[in-house]
């Protein structure tokens, strides 16, 4: 039997998503500057550099970001789930978009 586990997130903090991300993925792949990557852990820093980066452009770099290291998020999850004592195979993950957008139809 297959599960999908599907979550909502309406309201995203970006730059405790990135810290979060940081250890899982290939820094390469976040484009933001080297200097901010290296300060992410010091509180303020990526705050203030996001401040600069419209909410649109922050969506797309998460949504690559994610795409880009999806093997290494299911390996991080599988570790996690091991050390919980817990058989399971991931298959696949995404995140994705999701627009609020209703068509009307007449």
């Not at 970006?14 to 820094?27: G, N, V």
């Not at 991080?76 to 919980?84: G, L, S, V």
């Not at 004592?85 to 993950?93: C, H, K, V």
């Not at 994705?96 to 007449?106: G, L």
Request: no cysteine; aromatic share 6%.
């Amino acid at each position: 039997m297959k599960f999908e586990l599907k979550i909502d997130i309406d309201e995203l903090n970006y730059a405790q998503a990135i810290r979060a991300l940081l250890p899982y993925i290939k820094k390469e792949d976040l484009p933001i500057p080297d200097m901010v990557k290296n300060a992410a852990e010091t509180p303020g820093v990526l705050e203030n550099f996001l401040k600069f980066i419209p909410k649109e452009k922050q969506d797309e770099m998460i949504l690559k970001a994610f795409e880009k290291n999806k093997v290494r998020i299911i390996a991080k999850a599988h570790k996690m789930a091991d050390k919980a004592g817990i058989d399971l195979a991931i298959s696949d993950i995404s995140l994705t978009e999701q627009t609020d957008d209703v068509i009307v139809i007449n």
